[in-house]
């Protein structure tokens, strides 16, 4: 597991932050969530990696990552200031199916996901989507482009993926912060159209609130 300590700079928030909102970064297998995470994140991500076994490879798609090692078994975590008083929580769920209880409870206090999915598998996407909308959540697709996978024109893909008019749907490059930036600002901006509520949390409290806050990738930073 990937939990070092940073600087106390980096680590405790601002005293002018009122605003905290819990997204989920979902998606399938293999698809990007930890790269995602990680390129985002203002502070060390943490990681609960752990090394892909053999008895994994039996269930696990490995097409386009066969030198792929480890494996996401619990989430990844890391957070993102998006301006004085607003703060992202950005949790990545394991992709795994057999994993899909653990990251059910991961849905509450969160005010919406934004599904990762890649051309070369885009059929599994739809146990993701469905778990979402199981529980209510809303969420924005972000098309995370691997190099050699297809790529098709956005109606193709949306009718693909069987996606409501409204729901965004975008490309990006999990690899690249301004790329993974514009994906989740089109998640956040579709929230906001949404007037989410605030989630409660069990035993009392909340996460989120009013995010009217104009969201622009200058807020994001550097």
Known sequence: MDSALVSDQAA???ATVRVTAKILVVGHFAVGKTTYVSSLSEIRPLRTEETMTEAGALTD???GTEDKTTTTVAM???RLTLSESLVLYLFGTPGQQRFTRLWRDMTVGALGALV???TRRLEQSFPVMAVLEEHG????????????APRFAEPEVREALDLLPETPLVTCDARDRISST????ALVQY???RQTPPAPFPGGGRVGGDLGYPLRSSACPN
């Open 182 to 185: 514009h994906a989740l600002i």
């Open 61 to 63: 798609d490995l097409r």
């Open 76 to 78: 990844d975590f890391g």
């Open 137 to 148: 959540l809303p969420y924005a697709v972000a098309v995370n482009h691997f190099e050699g």
């Open 191 to 193: 929230l906001q159209t």
């Open 116 to 118: 990762l999915a890649d």
């Open 12 to 14: 405790y928030l601002p």
